[in-house]
């Protein structure tokens, strides 16, 4: 039995019709040359073994109703596979805008609560044989960007069929109704007197952050980013883009300018965003301001499986010219970083252990009566997570590329999520067709964007 922490099981409570809180990866694998070609049947026998053997796809949730802390994970005993490896099939023409349609479908659909929370489909396209698409899918309150990350790592290998890690050695005992009560109780007991030094350092964090306020080097603050068409209601339903670029490319703008690999990938974002926005006349005079999660994996001892913290930076939109704003960017993502810092790897973990189930459903059922704030708390999700440089291998498949989709929430109809691998620079960007009906001139803008970069660099 393993608690989840408040910030795992706040992704549980927030979730709604509208606001599916899946986390997914789409690979491109390389099919052609198999043995007797493709099949289905093949996939599900080659991947059936590592699925099982992952620990995070062998958990489910466990509650009650005498629980007043926050729900558990415990151990599966009888994965049924056909439940969780499914198949589906695109439509003619085939194209990347009908492979987008159905990889948004997938990812809108909700995960059902009474068994594991995940997914992989197949999406086999008969216009592309050479090529499967696979989307791998999970809840967040299971994984955060890391641990998809890591995720993928147990499931993948450095060379193809090799075989897949151990499962579970035998039974395991699952976690009673009353031993889920009763430890309940005692945590919620427990984290108690730890109000009595949170109190005292959150308020520390307020004074540090208002002397930071004076001299201006602070992070964006929320409720104060300019309306977007990102920004407004919308339902469950949602489109993705994809695109990727050169991670060579990036690393030289990266080197002549003196600047982080991050800073260009937010100076990328900013530059597209700048541009479609302008296409809809919707680009807004200030700084569009993105929530970006920051991976405290490694640097705190709280438990739980998102290990993240949240800083809110201005995006640089509203500068022309592609050096300046990339500078810019530099400059507010340093300011946001460093008041990140000092705010602490724990704050928020630790401030939403006292969210509990009951206490979210108070204020969901309050907020429809609260008038709307003229601001919206940001425009954007944006998350840029390293991956593998190596050629990786799923099973017998050779994977070809990796685009990650993040949800979207709290009014910002956006998320935008960078990734590494093998040499290449992927960005997902998963939204809704209820604000904007096509995201692929988005897409289609970020290589013009690192174009504008190179150029700069190569002009004398």
């Known amino acids: 039995m393993e608690r989840l922490s408040g910030l795992d099981a706040m992704y549980l409570y927030l979730e ?24 289905f049947e093949q996939l599900r026998s ?6 099982l053997a992952t620990p995070e796809f062998r958990k489910k949730l466990a509650d009650g109703q005498l629980n007043i802390d926050h729900p558990v994970w415990v151990e599966s005993t009888d994965i049924d596979i056909s439940r969780h490896l499914k198949r589906i099939a695109v439509p003619a023409p085939g194209s990347r805008v009908e492979v987008g349609e159905v990889c948004a479908h997938i990812a ?3 995960l059902d609560r009474d068994y594991p929370l995940w997914e992989v489909w197949a999406v086999e396209n008969p216009s592309a044989p050479k090529l499967l698409t696979l989307v791998v899918k999970a809840h967040h ?6 641990g998809g990350a890591n995720i993928m790592a147990q499931l993948c290998s450095l060379e193809p069929d090799l075989p897949a890690p151990p499962g579970p050695a035998g039974p395991v005992p699952t ?28 308020l520390q964090t307020v004074v540090r952050t208002l002397r930071r306020a004076r001299v201006g080097h602070t992070m964006a603050a929320p409720f104060t980013a300019p309306k977007t068409v990102f920004n407004r209601p919308h339902s469950g339903r949602r489109n993705i883009a994809f695109v990727e670029l050169s991670l060579d490319e990036v690393k030289a703008v990266k080197d002549h300018y003196g600047v982080t690999v991050n800073d260009v990938v937010m100076a990328l974002c900013a530059g597209a965003l700048r541009s479609f926005l302008e296409r809809h006349h919707e680009l807004p005079d200030t700084p569009l301001v993105a929530a970006v999660p920051v991976s405290v994996h490694g640097k705190s001892d709280r438990s739980g499986r998102n290990q993240t913290t949240w800083m809110f930076c201005r995006l640089q939109s509203p500068i022309t010219d592609p050096v300046q704003r990339l500078h810019q960017m530099a400059e507010a993502t340093t300011a946001a970083k460093a008041h990140s810092t000092e705010l602490g790897p724990t704050l928020l973990q630790d401030w939403t252990q006292f969210i509990g189930q009951y206490t979210m459903g108070a204020i969901k059922r309050l907020v429809p009566h609260v008038p709307r704030p003229a601001s919206p708390p940001f425009n954007l999700i944006l998350s840029n997570v390293p991956g593998p440089q190596i050629p990786l291998y799923l099973a017998r498949y050779r994977i070809e590329a990796v685009y990650p989709f993040g949800p979207i929430l709290a009014g910002a109809g956006l998320n ?18 209820d604000l904007v009906p096509d995201l692929w001139p988005l897409a289609d803008e970020f290589p013009v964007t690192l174009d504008e970069l190179i150029g700069s660099i190569t002009t004398p």
């Not at 009353?178 to 949170?198: D, F």
Request: charged fraction near 10%.
């Open 16 to 39: 709604t019709p509208s606001q599916p809180l899946n986390v997914c990866c789409v690979l491109e694998l390389e099919v052609a040359g198999m043995p007797g070609g493709y099949s």
């Open 416 to 433: 935008i999520t960078a990734m590494s691998y093998n040499g290449r620079l992927s960005f997902g960007m998963i939204s809704s067709p």
């Open 108 to 110: 809108a659909l909700p």
């Open 141 to 146: 309150a299971l994984v955060d960007g890391v």
């Open 46 to 51: 080659a991947l059936e073994p590592r699925l």
């Open 175 to 202: 976690a009673t109704t009353l031993q889920i009560a009763a430890s309940g109780v005692i945590g919620v007991a427990a984290r108690s007197w730890r109000l009595t030094s949170l109190l005292p350092t959150t």
